[in-house]
């Protein structure tokens, strides 16, 4: 649905949420447990060849632009289906997409609201992980992303909109289902970004299943430990260093409200995401620090064009009330603003809905 996919290179249908949702979770080696770790890793050279292309490129390369004018407000037009029929295998690159998903936000403004903090962002390279990499950059903030390696393609560019920003970007590869994977991942951001503030957990699996007896063991597990406990994992590692005013931001779906008949493994865990938000945001209230989430509709990203066929990608979004889905750059500033203290200081365990005009999930 929306929020970042997070892949495992298995048989077949597998693909992970990304940021349409995309992910940070389980990386091209197959998940192994135990020894996936956040060091930096060798950058293929096509990945290398376009990062380096788009940094010398102008506007037109996707990366934000520090001092362009912000567009007039409500003069911004989002594209509409019906795309061009497309199709990608696993795990998806953002780069290839036709068209491109819009995560820069130029009508937006920053205020200074996330100045001098840091954020962890896992499923971090692109879809709506990697808008609010930028958007949080813009505001102040130093970022680190979590994201499968055979995203680093995607994951370079989002360093390089974030560090067009004026901050430090930090690139942390690996698998969220590996709890040894997320704590070390966590003590990197801190070692090397010198604090936490926001943690926003957005990596995700989705596979579509037409009956209940399709779902295999496997399935049923990847989803779970991705979307969940990946979800706990993080927080886990990342509460010892979360001081008052911190906050936890955990991306959850439509089908975790409304339930999805194809996705019954994805929408239950989306479901759980928002029970567990709830019952943190309660434990966590003594301590100062805020848990909220949010649920997407359908989103612009390169898990669409991998979980769907062609005919069925082109068209995504096109049932809701707007007609077309919601671009990255529409949702980020929904977590701006759970970040935010200014903002949001007396908000917590609720359920932002974000859906195009549907009124029923709300």
């Known amino acids: 649905m929306a929020e970042k996919k997070s892949m495992r290179a298995s048989p077949a249908t597998k693909s992970r949420d990304k940021g349409g949702h995309k992910t940070g979770s389980r990386g091209s080696n197959g998940g192994s447990r135990g020894n996936v770790r956040a060091e930096t890793r060798a950058v293929p050279r096509k990945a290398q060849e376009r990062a380096e292309e788009k940094r010398e490129q102008g506007p037109s390369s996707g990366k934000t632009q520090q001092k362009k004018e912000p567009a007039a407000a409500g003069a911004m037009r989002q594209p509409a289906p019906p795309y061009p029929e497309q199709h990608q295998r696993h795990p998806g690159i953002e780069a290839e997409m036709e068209p491109r998903p819009r995560y820069e936000a130029p009508s937006y403004l920053a205020a200074g609201k996330l100045e001098g903090k840091c954020a962890l962002i896992t499923g971090g390279d692109s879809g709506i992980g990697r808008s609010v990499a930028v958007l949080y950059a813009r505001e102040g903030a130093d970022v680190a992303v979590v994201y499968l390696p ?8 989002t360093q390089s909109a974030v560090e067009a920003e ?3 970007a930090l690139l942390i590869p690996g698998d969220v289902t590996d709890p040894d994977f997320c704590t070390d991942a966590v003590e990197r951001t801190v070692n090397e970004l010198g604090r936490l503030d926001i943690l926003v957990n957005n990596a995700a ?3 579509h299943q037409v009956s209940i007896e399709d779902i295999t063991n496997e399935q049923w597990d990847l989803t779970f430990r991705t979307n969940i406990y990946g979800y706990f994992y993080m927080a886990r590692a ?4 979360l001081k008052p005013g911190s906050t936890i931001i955990n991306t ?3 089908t975790g409200l409304e339930g999805s008949e194809q996705l ?5 865990t989306k479901g759980a995401i928002f029970a567990f938000s709830k019952a943190l945001a309660q434990n966590l209230v003594p301590k100062g620090i805020r848990v909220n989430s949010v649920a997407p509709g359908p989103v612009w990203t390169p898990l669409n064009v991998v979980d769907k066929p062609p005919a069925k990608a082109a068209k995504h979004g096109a049932d809701t009330p707007m007609k077309r889905p919601a671009q990255p750059e529409e949702i980020a500033p929904t977590y701006v603003f759970l970040a935010s203290t200014a903002d949001s200081s007396y908000i917590t365990g609720e359920v932002v809905s974000l ?3 549907e009124t029923t999930a709300g």
Request: charged share 30%; net charge negative; glycine share 14%.
């Open 238 to 241: 990342a509460l010892p260093h």
């Open 264 to 268: 019954i493994d994805y929408s239950a």
């Open 355 to 357: 859906l195009g005009g």
């Open 166 to 168: 004026g901050r430090r």
């Open 252 to 254: 959850g779906s439509i």
């Open 205 to 207: 699996f989705q596979q």
């Open 150 to 157: 055979a995203e680093e393609e995607d994951a370079l560019e």
